[in-house]
């Protein structure tokens, strides 16, 4: 375990120094935050309240969601539907930023030979590396998720869309799937940084892990799906199955060897 | 403390690795105890593929190693706890200061009083007044005496030093060497890669000069004498040339040679020779001025035995 500390302490030694580096890891999930609030106290003070949840032309596979609600809170949950995924996507994104260049930039930096020399283990190496992205990645998803909680409140939001905000449906997305995909992209990001040899193709293609989420966003957005409980504990289980395997594939696809020898 | 035995590493090549590169090919060699073994070879030769194998970081092809006692493939990571390695580029954290730098590395070794052995080790180097800038800014010397302080930090027993002064100024150079030299008035074992050949000649006890495979093997001065034998030159007021055939009938003197009014003598015992020869010369009229002996430096072994060429990077 002292190993895996000494990892996550030097990188973020590493990453923390790096003001472009903190300056992604926070404007990001700013945005993400100040996006759907905006949204909210601009639907809050102009859509109606008396209507029925029917009037408010939203797809039909969405009415069930919106069962006793006003056409005003049918439609902020309806948005909030959509805006809720990016406090999916953060645990995606900002590890990525940190695992990306993990192993290529210590190949590139040339520290990677020392490091590997250590009596240092391929699992506590890549534990270290993990954690170290997606801590940092969690941590901000809990918060920004949490002042979003709080803006909420603030902005005087109805109970039935408080609720919403604050059902397990969300609950589990944000703070139980969050961790488990920050977990598979660090993985994915992790192993494309030790097979490239240039820290920008690294982030270029471990960028491409928020793909899946973006398409979930995208059939949500098109009324084709409506991300209720059994949705989500379905990509739960599927997806910690697949960190799994992934973390279980990582430590034998992880050839000190190859990683050491062939990137030139 | 290493032992190997017919270590080979053929790499794949290629866009489909359907070539094959031979880096070492059947290396069999002994270091001992306190020794400082100079592997000497071209650009390519294989001696970084060499240090790599025997520091656990890739696996031979072929061939068994034991180094610190422990067996090559099997023991990998206490290989790694007991050597220490000064790789060809410092690679250093540029971010983080040379007192953060030594610090996880000594963390990782589980070196069980860190501070001490950081401060130590900082001190040493004379980097202790700047330990808390970031290496970013350190000069190439510097560097370098970070990254020795970084192979030492866990006290190994071995220490791998891949090209140790390469692309250093003379003056880096000169503090890298001493402490070398230091290390090894310490009784450590030292496994050196260098194209410095006066640098070689001076700091170790036996050398191998290597071209994927192991040419030959053994301490400078005895293959001076393998490959050249020793030369003594005689110089004289006059030449008659008479002398030559005086001197190439002496018992143990080979190869005469007239240079100017300087008789030049391959002997294979010059202790025992020279005053036969400056006898026979003097009874045959000769006046000797003075002797002299011709060193080969280990330069000239080397070109000998690997040509002058620049082979690339394997």
Known sequence: MKHVRTIIDKEWSEVFKNRWVISTMTLLPMLFVAMPLVMLYMTTSSLPVDLPAESAGLPAGFTEVCAGLTAGECTQIYLLNQFMLLFMLMPLMIPTTIAAYSIVGEKTTRSLEPLLATPITTVELLAGKGLAAVIPGVLISYAAFGIFVIGSLLLGLSTAVINYILSPIWLLGILVLGPILSVIATIVAIYISSRVSDPRVAEQLSGMVIIPLMLVMFAVLAGKLVININFMLIAIVICALLAFGMLRLGTVIFDRENILTKWK | ?314
Request: proline share 4%; aromatic share 6%; glycine share 8%.
């Open chain 2, 1 to 314: 403390m290493i032992k190997t035995k017919n270590i080979s590493k053929v790499f794949l090549i290629g866009k489909k690795q359907e070539k094959e590169l031979r880096a070492v090919d059947d290396l069999t060699l002994e270091v001992m105890k306190g020794e400082v073994f100079g592997f000497l070879g071209p650009n390519g030769a294989g001696k970084t593929t060499t240090v790599r194998i025997l520091t656990g970081l890739i696996r031979p092809t072929e061939g068994t190693a034991q180094v610190a006692g422990y067996e090559l493939g099997r023991d990998d990571t206490n290989i790694r706890r007991n050597v220490g390695i000064l790789t060809e580029a410092p690679g250093m954290y540029e971010r983080l200061t040379a007192e953060k730098n030594l610090t996880i590395f000594a963390n990782l070794y589980d070196v069980p009083d860190v501070q001490k052995a950081v401060n130590k080790y900082l001190s040493m180097m004379g980097l202790w007044e700047r330990r808390l800038d970031s290496v970013g800014s350190y000069s190439k010397g510097m560097r370098q005496k970070l990254a020795l302080a970084r192979a030492l930090i866990h006290e190994p027993q071995i220490l791998f030093l891949d090209e140790p002064t390469s692309g250093l100024d003379p003056e880096a150079s000169k503090t890298v060497r001493d402490f070398i030299e230091e290390l090894k008035s310490e009784g450590r074992t030292i496994f050196m890669t260098t194209h410095n050949l006066d640098e070689a000649e001076r700091l170790c006890d036996r050398v191998g000069i290597f071209q994927q495979k192991l040419l030959t093997l053994d301490s400078p001065s005895n293959l001076r004498d393998q490959m050249f034998g020793r030369r003594v030159v005689f110089h004289l007021q006059t030449m008659e040339p008479a002398w030559v055939d005086l001197v190439a009938g002496i018992a143990g003197a080979g190869n005469v040679e007239v240079v100017d009014n300087k008789l030049v003598v391959s002997l294979k015992n010059p202790e025992e020779s020279n005053p036969v020869i400056i006898r026979a010369l003097v009874t045959a009229g000769a006046q000797v001025q003075f002797v002299g002996v011709i060193r080969h430096s280990l330069e000239q072994i080397y070109l000998e035995m690997v040509g002058s060429g620049d082979r690339g990077q394997a």
